[in-house]
């Protein structure tokens, strides 16, 4: 029996998406909430896009699976609507203090006794917003990393006013889901993967905006040197250009000069990455 049965998703963006359909693709029953009934149509269409991607990627899934996760799955525009009968909600809105706090807010007066929290934030640490809840105690991080079927890492990171029996659940729930639980023992900036990860990017970004090497060249160079799968610019095509436009121009002198070519160069061309079918490198059309 699975810890948790009914599992609301805040946000159906490209993570969001990908979080509520592989957890309905494991049988949970899955309700997605987004704002409004446009940002839930696009997420009709992400789902079906995932369901052919798993059909081609993910083992066992011909067959009917991939669509049976499809019936599993319930839409809402009400907050209050969408975590009524939660076991487990897991949010994964814009990364915006204000919209996090706000978001919990309603969540924490609306939820059931029953219910825990999760936060998906990459860059926010959980206790920065865990009292909007009204509940720290049952509120704790749990990060994903995009292409959730393929790198199924979850990253499990309590506060210090989080239960360890609701922690000892969320662990057994990424079990559940089809991921590994990489359990981290303090509050972190970046977790685990995404503080090893960084620093790599931010050098070949540098490297790049420095007209230094060209980004085939850097990452011919990381995956010949390292035996990596893929170079830095690579994963920045997987992750979303415009994920790594915000966060680079937050960033220092250099930073800021690679998110112009970011912008100038991909961004206002529609180039985004591998969403988009052309960032750094160009990919195929599904098909």
Known sequence: MNTFTNVTVLGTGVL???IAYQSA??????????????AIAK?????????KTYDAEVEGAKGGKSAAALERIRYSTDIADAVKDADLVIEAVPEDPAIKNETWRKVGEAAPEKTVFVTNSSTLLPSSFMEATGRPEKFLALHYANRIWAMNTAEVMGTSK????????????????????????KEQPGYVLNSLLVPLLNA??????????????????WRIGTGAPLGPFQIFDVVGLT???????????????????LKENFIDKGKLGVATGEGFYTYPSEG
Request: net charge negative; aromatic share 10%.
């Open 16 to 18: 969001g998406s990908q």
């Open 25 to 38: 693709y494991q049988g949970f029953e899955v309700t997605a909430y987004d704002i409004n009934d446009d």
């Open 43 to 51: 997420a009709k269409e992400r789902f079906a896009g995932l369901a």
């Open 162 to 185: 989080t239960d360890p029996e609701v922690y000892r659940k969320v662990v057994a729930f990424a079990e559940e889901q089809g991921m590994v639980p990489i359990e981290i023992k």
């Open 204 to 221: 070949a970004g540098a490297l790049y905006a420095n007209g230094v090497a060209d980004p085939e060249t850097v990452d011919k160079t």
């Open 243 to 261: 994920t790594a436009y915000n966060v680079s121009i937050m960033g220092d002198e250099t930073s800021q000069k690679f998110a112009k070519l």
